[in-house]
């Protein structure tokens, strides 16, 4: 801008009129003149002021180009942002202490309970099967979602402000939707697996065999990670124009796409396309693996058979309807978006409550884990005693 508004001088100008011309004259360069377009001074009337330097002999003030890009550049980079200012507890200035202490309890029962469902089906080897294998990766996806947000919300807890810079701002947008698009691919493997183990027994060991699932648990990874790529460098080309205040409790696209003060209609296209793909499509493929499950389940005579086989099922339909319910209210918002109250608890369910409710979900209804858990404790109980013996 200041460049700019010079050179419109110059122009202007007779080259001999005032040596304090010429000397801002010769801080533009013809370089700076071919990188920088909005600057319309002719090539000839740079030759013209040149020969007038020369002629006047003051060449000790040319400055070198580099320099004056840097000038030309200094208005810009102003509107640009270094950091974030989240804005989701704003509303609660006095009661920070106590939701530090409520999200910290929050995250200890995240990591301790899926660490130790991890360490049972380590250490269990009649949990060395195809559904607990997902489980593992379940958990490993829940542990490290978590640790996304929550160490940042809870470091900010105990600032005056909270903020994140703008690069730990991506990293952890980036890693928040490889783990979000990992957990919706392997929510759609686990309902795989059970339809093969319920509609397909006979042939459940070559349907999930390691062959087929170690590959099945890789992409599931994959999945969510060029999901987040792709998200992620769209949003390091976005301009903030100053605008740094997030009306959230972390990182994420549709908060940041609402501050940003550049054009977002690629982004927003890319992530209402993404929803369908990495949101919808895994949905619509649980959805229809467990219309064949029950379906055999009601076809199943004994009542006690029917009964255990919806309750392998019933843990894992708990978890599906919780989580992409939380995940579809947080990403396909109305255009006028949430009120800041609204935004927050919607984040903190999805993000935060959801890891921490998987492993108490699969360990209070699923015998086996609970069998698991009691023998690790020693205390173990009859019935998995006597289902370890057959």
Known sequence: MLACGRTARLESSSPFENNNIFREAVILSEDLHMANSSCCISLSWWKKVRCDLTALNVQKYIVLSRMDTLELTADVNQTQVSEFVFLGFSGIPRGHAFLFLVFLAIYLVTIIGNTTIVTLIQLDSRLHSPMYFFLTHLSC???????????KILTNFLRQKPTIS???????????????GSECALL???????????????H???????????????????????????????AT?????????????????????????????????????????????????????????????????????RRKAFSTCASHMVVVIIYFGMANVNYNRPSAGYSLEID??????????????????????NKEVKGALWKALGLQSKDYASSSKQ
């Open 141 to 151: 996806l829940d542990v490290c979602y978590s640790s996304v947000t929550v160490p």
């Open 237 to 305: 080309n976005l301009s903030f124009c100053g605008a740094n205040q997030i009306d959230h409790i972390f990182c994420d696209v549709p908060p940041l796409l609402k501050i940003a003060c550049s054009d977002t209609h690629i982004n927003k296209m890319v992530l209402h396309t993404a929803s369908i793909f990495v949101g919808f499509s895994p949905f619509l493929l649980v959805v229809i693996s467990y219309v064949y499950i029950l379906s055999a389940i009601l076809r199943i005579r004994s009542n006690t058979g």
């Open 166 to 180: 703008y690069n730990q701002c991506m990293a952890q947008m980036f890693f928040l939707m490889t783990f979000a």
């Open 204 to 234: 459940y060991n070559n349907l999930m065999s390691t062959q087929v699932r170690v590959p099945l648990a890789i992409f599931s990874w994959l999945w969510g990670f060029l999901d987040s790529a792709i998200h992620t460098t769209l």
């Open 344 to 365: 927050t608890l919607v984040s903190t369910l999805y993000c935060i409550i959801t890891p921490m409710l998987n492993p108490l979900i699969y360990s209070l209804r």
């Open 188 to 202: 759609a493997v686990m309902a795989y697996d059970r339809y093969a183990a319920i509609c397909q027994p006979l």
